[in-house]
Antibody, heavy 115, light 109 residues
Framework: EEQLVESGGGLVQPGGSLRLSCAAS????????MSWVRQAPGKGLEWVAN????????YYEDSVRGRFTISRDNAENSLYLQMNSLRDEDTAFYYC????????WGQGTLVTVSS | QSALTQPASVSGSPGQSITISCTGT?????????VSWYLQHPGKAPELMIY???KRPSGVSNRFSGSKSGNTASLTISGLQAEDEADYYC?????????FGTGTKVTVL
């Protein structure tokens, strides 16, 4: 059974950093693009970033480009999102998802940016 | 990149058909056959219902169908059931980046 499990969320002050992880199982991780999507509480979905199978291509939503870095470790079947210079508006549930078209999702991890 | 435009809410009675629109531009929906649709129940992760405009993943009911005309994509739910009550989002490729719709709350009367 396909499974994606996010971790690393929590409370952080504005300007701080956080690293999210996503552990994948039940599918051949190295053959898929992977994506991060976020959802502020009570709001809609927002695409954040994605990464090609071998990590050679990475794309970001405008508001996070230069602050967030997506990466992956195919040997560990893991996806990461390094988030720096966090802002209040980055508060959201962060989901990892399989593929560019988000075929399977994890249950999300909550990031709260607040002083 | 601006969010795609969806109606805030759509409602229907059990057994009826409803259609949710997703309006973009010639830079996203109009240029690529890469629109997908997601259902999200409260407190749950989204689920893929349609990809590449009209394809259904294994396990998704054939009551769900997708189409596109120009810059507008559509999701039709036929034979509406109580379990279809949820939020629905479209999602499109926009040339190296991707963009979601504003979301539609579907209510089964």
């Amino acid at each position: 059974e396909e499974q994606l499990v996010e971790s690393g969320g929590g409370l952080v002050q504005p300007g701080g950093s956080l690293r999210l992880s996503c552990a994948a199982s039940g599918f051949t991780f190295s053959t898929y693009w992977m994506s991060w999507v976020r959802q502020a509480p009570g709001k809609g979905l927002e695409w954040v970033a994605n990464i090609k199978q071998d990590g050679s291509e990475k794309y970001y939503e405008d508001s996070v480009r230069g602050r967030f870095t997506i990466s992956r470790d195919n040997a560990e079947n893991s996806l990461y999102l390094q988030m720096n210079s966090l802002r209040d508006e980055d508060t959201a549930f962060y989901y990892c998802a399989r593929g560019q078209q988000l075929g399977h999702w994890g249950q999300g991890t909550l990031v709260t940016v607040s002083s | 990149q601006s969010a795609l435009t969806q109606p805030a809410s759509v409602s229907g009675s059990p057994g009826q058909s409803i259609t949710i629109s997703c309006t973009g531009t010639s830079s996203d929906v109009g240029s690529y056959n890469l629109v997908s649709w997601y259902l999200q129940h409260p407190g749950k992760a989204p689920e893929l219902m349609i990809y590449e405009g009209s394809k259904r993943p294994s396990g998704v009911s054939n009551r769900f169908s997708g189409s596109k005309s120009g810059n507008t994509a559509s999701l039709t739910i036929s034979g509406l059931q109580a379990e279809d009550e949820a939020d629905y989002y479209c999602f499109s490729y926009a040339g190296s980046v991707w963009v979601f719709g504003t979301g539609t709350k579907v209510t089964v009367l």
